[in-house]
């Protein structure tokens, strides 16, 4: 009768300890019971400031349609499309820009929201640019990266995990 041998895995070499103390060491705000209570007024936030460039996009939608030649119609596909693509990247443009210079926008600062790193840190350049191209791959696909954050069981948006960063109150 042969014996096999048994191998035995020690799980000390892959996971030397548990911290369990990790969580008493990071800010409330991390925590995503914290992120999911902020949520609808992240979303006030959000229409705020979407209403807020729709404002100012208005303008210049009817600054050029009056320059438009007669013959051009306002609900043809085409101009409605390059009209809208355009909305989009000025909400791109207006986050960025905002999240660059001070952290929050319009909207946020209303809700007494702000963008911080994980340290509570207010956000340097290479942050917000990393944010900026979060908002931008979260305006793309139909404003997707922000609706995210609802089913997300962090409650983040990919502007949020693209850039390590997170809402808090300010």
Known sequence: MERKKRTVISIEEHQPELDFEEAEHSPSFT???YQGDILTSRLAAGLADFAIAGGIYL???IVTYLQMPSGVPLLDRRVLGIYGAGYLLLVAIYFFLFMLSCSQTPGMKAYRLVVVTRDDEPLDPRGSCLRGFGYLISILPVMLGFLWAVIDPEHLT????VSGTFVRRA
């Open 31 to 33: 925590f995503p019971e």
């Open 59 to 61: 303008i210049f939608v």
């Open 158 to 161: 990919w502007a949020d995990k």
